[in-house]
């Protein structure tokens, strides 16, 4: 949280080897890791006798994980799962796998690790239960050494019951959706998630480090052996280490405690996100028994009271998105390149930080993070004991909230993207006077396992009076969700509090639909007031929709950045997703909240952040130019670095807006005339950037653009393609509706498509697609084969064939 001055005990400290040639990679690995994913079956439905030997699995699916069994169906207005989660369905389904282990595995520690199911899991080895898992969002793991058939054929099968609806606000997805790994190491060994990294004291000349290492000895026997710590820098190259030799007695398990000090190490920041790693090994005599690795990143924060946030000493503003865990058309399938292309597209905004809503997200949501440069609000609830909804966490609360906190902050602990940890979002709880003990309880416990870093909780109520959660004095920050008008009394009201907008926003747009002045549909202030909305089911893009709770992106970024207080916030969402598709019914079945739509294509609004929080020159305008002959139009452009901008319509000036006071966008009234809209930006008199606009015209071809133009052959890679009809010139056809016939040959397969439409009701998993505001998108997935992949998109309809290769590397 803060830099830190005290050092806990210490065994000993070494200084650095700044120049040691010692590559860790090529150093032996001990440990065995191995990917479990592959050749699963799978079937719907509920088959406890899936865990004998002999049960017949021929017709079950053969897959690969991670796998959501939701996002493969049909919406359906009657589903359990109700509006919240996307009219998707739920049930129950079971995995199976049958799998060898080598002989000369016998002496080892067997385990599996699963990064996510959802829910209500229980797993099984060779027929024997290893235990029940209730919460979807915790990463697991099962010794099985005790239970299996070395050198010979074994069988692990998984219930997974996501039967009871409905038990979530927001899209879930049902199965193993998160990975799973085989992990086999020596009897003497570092324990599950059993390191943990700190650096009581920070700068850029000296930095200390202190490391605990938990020890679990298997073994009938106790053990002497040499423990080693080396950090490696980006390029693996060791520039520190220390080694102690210890003891540890028989089937137990021990503590172990390692300082070491790095003379001018470079710091973790969101602008250069450097990563060291703590290499722990484990020798008896010479042989090396074990190696693990942790994440480590030199940086410290602060949050104060008068002046917000600060990063190795330097004033930052949080730039905050919130997101689900969904990823679009892959549902709540966790693909670390699926992840990656939603980073990329928060960084480009400028955003520098990401909310974690509102329970653990996988672990290379966190690894990204860490790598590429976000400041983490790590969450662990969206319910306490009081129910939101009737089957949602709160039945589990009593036997499982221990545990489960306590795993969510063992997992994370040691990435240095995290700087908050949150015990709960918008809670029952806080509203009732045993909102008092609980926040103190899961408080003590997150402080029981980290200490370096504040404990908030995202709160809807700022009157002290009503609010229990913060009368417990346990929150070290305080989050406030919304009311964005009354953040300037913040400083009087909660006196010496540090403050975080940890969910601002909620405003509402669909990408591509503009409705002009006489057409604006708004969501009434009034609570419980229907929704004016237009009869397809979209809204307008213009920023001008706003729940009854929240506020339009302008007006919460024009109060948070005059609040030099405020820590920073988070925007309420970063990306649409599914479920919560608030205020319209079905068939609307995602939300309509984003920055980013659905399928991964920014909305006008976008622009406006990077016009605020980035320094690269920015100049968007909108709406799109095919519009009625003689229609007024609200013509708006987002821009930065300069001090005006001029529009021109078929080469005619319309005359130069600049921003006044606190504006953050400029616009025009223009009559529609066919043609081109011109906007050049200037500062002191010189040009920045133009952009155009053109009316398009007749299509011609369909138009193919990948994220990338080569893929990995490991079954994993994704390609994004986004798709519209072009005409002659290359102009987007922004009205373009036409349906889109999708073949992959190769070495790929189409595993997703979306188009961003909040109330589009054809399966993400169809061969096609329709456009929809001139655009939507194909995933391609890896397949295995060595083999480049083509795709071919048709309309059938006369416009020309997009065609597109693929490298499989």
């Avoid at 200084?15 to 799978?42: C, G, H, M, P, Y």
């Avoid at 509920?46 to 049960?55: C, M």
């Avoid at 050494?145 to 074994?154: I, R």
């Avoid at 470079?266 to 020798?283: A, C, F, G, R």
Wanted: proline letters at 3%; charged letters at 25%.
């Amino acid at each position: 949280m803060i830099k830190h001055k005290n050092i806990l005990k210490s065994i000993g400290i070494v200084t650095i080897l700044l120049f040691s040639s010692i590559s860790i990679a090529q150093q032996k690995q001990a440990r065995i890791v191995e990917d479990f994913n592959k050749n699963w079956n799978f079937k719907l439905g509920d088959y406890p006798t899936a865990i004998q030997s002999n049960f017949d699995a021929k017709d079950w699916r053969t897959l690969q994980l991670p796998h959501d069994w939701s996002i493969e169906g049909a919406f359906d207005k009657d589903s359990k799962t109700k509006q919240a989660q996307g009219f998707l369905p739920a049930g129950k389904g079971w995995y199976r796998k049958v799998f060898t282990v080598p002989a000369n595995w016998k002496n080892k520690t067997v385990s599996v690790e699963f990064d996510g199911v959802f829910k209500n899991s229980e797993v099984f080895i060779n027929g024997k239960s290893l235990g029940i898992r209730p919460n979807g969002y915790i990463s697991f793991g099962y010794d099985l050494s005790q239970y299996l058939n070395f050198g010979k054929e074994n069988i692990i099968a998984v219930k997974v019951d996501n039967d009871a609806q409905p038990n979530s606000r927001w899209y879930t997805g049902s199965g193993i959706y998160r990975n799973v790994r085989l992990v086999a190491s020596e009897k003497l060994h570092v324990g599950k998630w059993g390191t943990y990294v700190t650096t009581p004291e920070v700068s850029e000349t000296k930095s200390k480090i202190h490391l605990e290492v938990t020890i679990d000895n298997d073994n009938v026997t106790a053990k002497e052996f040499k423990l080693v710590t080396s950090i490696v820098d980006a390029k693996n190259i060791e520039v520190a280490n220390f080694s102690s030799t210890e003891k540890i007695g028989a089937k137990t398990t021990g503590k172990k405690v390692h300082d070491l000090v790095l003379n001018q190490p470079k710091l973790w920041s969101t602008e250069n996100p450097y990563l060291y790693k703590v290499i722990t090994k484990i020798y008896e005599k010479s042989k090396l028994v074990d190696n693990y690795e942790t994440p480590l990143g030199f940086r410290y924060f602060n949050f104060d009271a008068e002046k917000g946030f600060s990063l190795n000493g330097k004033p930052t503003k949080i730039y905050g998105v919130c997101l689900h865990h969904d990823n679009g058309a892959l549902g709540a399938v966790e693909n670390i390149n699926a992840v990656r292309r939603k980073l990329k597209l928060m960084k480009e905004m400028g955003a520098n930080a990401i909310r974690m809503s509102h329970n653990p997200h996988s672990l290379e949501m966190m690894q990204l993070c860490d790598e590429m440069g976000f400041i983490v609000q790590d969450e662990a609830f969206d319910v306490w004991k009081k129910k939101k909804v009737t089957n949602d966490y709160h039945k589990d609360w009593d036997a499982w909230h221990k545990q489960d906190l306590e795993d969510f902050i063992k997992r994370d602990r040691n990435f240095p993207s995290v700087m908050m940890w949150s015990i709960g979002n918008e809670i029952r709880e806080q509203f009732d006077s045993t909102g008092i003990a609980i926040t103190r309880e899961l408080a003590k416990i997150v402080k029981s396992l980290d200490t370096t870093r504040p404990v908030t909780s995202a709160l809807t109520e700022n009157i002290i009076e009503k609010n229990f959660i913060y009368q417990s004095g346990a929150l070290d920050l305080l989050g406030f969700n919304y009311k964005h008008e009354d953040y300037k009394d913040f400083p009087t009201r909660f006196k010496g509090q540090k403050i975080l907008a940890s969910e601002s926003v909620s405003a509402l747009e669909t990408r591509g639909h503009y409705d002009f002045p006489d057409g604006i549909k708004a969501w009434p202030v009034k609570h419980g007031a229907p929704f004016d909305g237009n009869a397809d089911w979209t809204v307008s893009a213009y920023d001008q929709v706003k729940s009854y709770w929240g506020a339009t992106h302008e007006e919460n970024w024009k109060t948070i950045k005059k609040q030099d207080f405020m820590a920073g916030t988070f925007i309420w969402t970063g990306f649409d997703y599914i479920g919560e598709p608030d205020p319209y019914p079905f068939p609307a079945r995602s939300s309509y909240f984003g920055i980013v739509d659905l399928a991964g294509l920014p909305k006008d609004v976008y622009y406006m952040y990077q016009s605020e929080w980035t320094t690269k020159p920015v100049l968007h305008i909108f709406p799109h130019w095919n519009c009625k002959a003689g229609q007024e139009i609200d013509v708006w452009a987002y821009y930065n670095n300069a001090d005006e901008v001029e529009l021109f319509l078929n080469g005619k000036s319309l005359g130069k807006k600049s921003k006044q006071n606190d504006d953050l966008h400029i616009s025009w009234k223009v009559k529609f005339e066919t043609g081109t809209l011109k906007a050049i930006s200037r500062k002191d008199g010189k040009v920045v950037l133009e952009k155009e606009i053109h009316t398009a015209g007749e299509a011609s071809k369909i138009d193919l653009k990948a994220d990338k133009i080569t893929i990995k052959n490991d079954t994993y890679d994704l390609v994004y393609v986004t798709v519209s009809t072009v005409d002659k010139d290359g102009n987007v056809l922004p009205n373009a509706t036409d349906l889109i016939n999708f073949e992959v040959t190769g070495g790929g397969k189409l595993v997703g498509v979306d188009n961003g439409y909040q109330a589009n009701l054809d399966s993400f998993k169809a061969n096609s697609c329709k456009l929809f505001s001139g655009k939507c998108i194909a995933i391609i997935q890896s397949n295995g084969k060595k083999e480049n992949i083509q795709l071919k998109a048709s309309t059938g309809n006369g416009i020309s064939v997009g065609s597109l290769n693929i490298k499989v590397e």
